[in-house]
């Protein structure tokens, strides 16, 4: 497949990229600093900034799957780095007519009924203290659920610079720990199954973790 990652310079985005080559897929990485990234074979890179006007012009032309990977630097003062980034994603995904979208998110805009009680707690506590970043995900949720088009939001737990366990929990109120890590490579795996994959995640909020 061909497929477009944006924010491929970041802890899970170039993590997605690495497993898209390796698994055979033709990879158009979108970062607004190219230059941290090395060429490989399968492999376009394309300066963009999603957060400039015109900054995604063209660049998923011929794309069937986009994954979002793109992150504020700081969750307490996180902008609108997300809402408005995916609304300069989904514009350019509707203009080039797109098949699929994957939006990578956070296990912390779940309203917590999925989980248990105790992590349901601990869900509520952080959207306190992230109450701005959560703010600005769920505008970028609602926009992505409102696309007619396919969609998939991927809400990861707590992610980690880890060894893959290949296994991990994933699906549609996935009951899953929040505060106990995921490695940054297989939430990379879930968001490649989410784009290529899972046609049963297809319009849905999918959780992810162990
Ligand atoms: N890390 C976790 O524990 C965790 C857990 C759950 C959910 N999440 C969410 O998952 C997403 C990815 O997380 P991460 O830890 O992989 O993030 P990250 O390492 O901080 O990467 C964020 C990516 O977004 C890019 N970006 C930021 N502003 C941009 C802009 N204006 N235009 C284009 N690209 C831009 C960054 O590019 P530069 O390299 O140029 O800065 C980087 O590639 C985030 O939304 C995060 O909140 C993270």
């Given at each position: ?24 897929h ?29 900054g ?6 011929g ?23 995916v ?13 699929r ?8 805009l779940?309203?917590?009924?999925e ?19 959560v ?12 696309m007619?088009m ?41 968001l490649?199954r989410?784009?290529?994959?899972e046609?049963?995640?297809?319009g849905?909020?999918v959780?992810?973790?162990?």
């Open positions: 497949m061909k497929i477009a990652v944006v924010g491929a310079t970041g802890a899970t985005g170039r993590r997605v990229v690495q497993h898209a080559l390796a698994q055979g033709f990879v158009t990485a979108v970062a607004r600093h190219p230059e941290r990234l090395s060429s490989g074979e399968r492999l376009s890179i394309v300066c963009g900034d999603v957060l400039s006007p015109e995604l012009t063209g660049a998923f032309d794309v069937e799957a986009v994954i979002s990977c793109i992150g504020p630097e700081k969750n307490l003062s996180p902008g609108t780095l997300m809402s408005a980034g609304t300069s994603i989904l514009t350019e995904v509707k203009r080039a007519k797109v098949r979208f994957v939006l990578q998110s956070g296990i912390g779940s309203d917590g009924y989980l248990s009680r105790l992590n349901r707690f601990v869900v509520r506590v952080s959207g306190r203290i992230f109450a701005a970043a703010a600005d995900k769920a505008a970028a949720e609602r926009m992505t659920q409102k007619d396919e969609w998939v939001i991927v809400r990861p737990v707590v992610l980690a610079d880890k060894p893959a366990k290949g296994r991990y929990t994933a699906g549609p109120l996935a009951r899953v720990a929040p505060l106990v890590p995921l490695s940054f490579d297989d939430c990379a795996d879930c490649l989410a784009a290529t994959n046609p049963n995640w297809t849905k909020i959780n992810v973790g162990s």
